[in-house]
T-cell receptor
Framework: QKEVEQDPGPLSVPEGAIVSLNCTYSNSAFQYFMWYRQYSRKGPELLMY????GNKEDGRFTAQVDKSSKYISLFIRDSQPSDSATYLC?????????FGTGTRLQVFP | SAVISQKPSRDICQRGTSLTIQCQVD?????MFWYRQQPGQSLTLIAT?????????ESGFVIDKFPISRPNLTFSTLTVSNMSPEDSSIYLCSVLGQGNEQYFGPGTRLTVT
């Protein structure tokens, strides 16, 4: 079993839709959870960083952590074509960041 | 957050040669990391570089192939040695923030012919 699992997509949605991106993880000791956005030919950009269970909101983005289920989510409201990118979940564990495979998102006008 | 720059941004190199990638950060950081990202894939950690100590390499990566320097708290280099086409990839450096979050540089796109 991989330490972090993420559906690779691709996910294609119309502009204005609510997008839900998800990851599961295997080690209950993991405590720091991150979401990155990566545009083609660019480095990953940190979007959201959470420590505990619950929700964290930043503009159109909401990160959700459920430690009991070992499940993390990123919600994007009112999605825009500029949100088209690959989204990677990442979890800090054993002194390093463990990445999911990334979900490719396409938002069409 | 930290602002990270990498040089070169891209390069095309011949088989058997070596390339050194530079990573510069705008603030002092303790931990720096080097990653590889192959086309369409996620990120794979090569090594962790702390200032004043030897780099720690992940399984499958060795110092002879990927020597790393970390001369101070704002700079690091990664050398890809004796390159083969399988080394064609994007190489990324990143730094650890105050709360275990990581920030990434723009990457170096390497093509080996």
């Amino acid at each position: 079993q991989k330490e972090v699992e993420q559906d690779p997509g691709p996910l294609s949605v119309p502009e204005g839709a609510i997008v839900s991106l998800n990851c599961t993880y295997s080690n209950s000791a993991f405590q720091y959870f991150m979401w990155y956005r990566q545009y083609s030919r660019k480095g990953p950009e940190l979007l959201m960083y959470t420590y505990s269970s619950g929700n964290k909101e930043d503009g159109r983005f909401t990160a959700q952590v459920d430690k009991s289920s070992k499940y993390i989510s990123l919600f994007i409201r009112d999605s825009q074509p500029s949100d088209s990118a690959t989204y990677l979940c990442a979890i800090w564990g054993a002194d390093k960041l463990i990445f999911g495979t990334g979900t490719r998102l396409q938002v069409f006008p | 957050s930290a602002v990270i720059s990498q040089k070169p941004s891209r390069d095309i190199c011949q088989r058997g040669t070596s390339l050194t990638i530079q990573c510069q950060v705008d603030s002092q950081v303790t931990m720096m990391f080097w990653y590889r990202q192959q086309p369409g894939q996620s990120l794979t950690l090569i090594a962790t570089a702390n200032q004043g100590s030897e780099a720690t390499y992940e399984s499958g990566f060795v110092i002879d192939k990927f020597p790393i320097s970390r001369p101070n708290l704002t700079f690091s280099t990664l050398t890809v040695s004796n390159m083969s086409p399988e080394d064609s990839s994007i190489y990324l450096c990143s730094v650890l923030g105050q709360g275990n979050e990581q920030y990434f540089g723009p990457g170096t796109r390497l093509t080996v012919t």
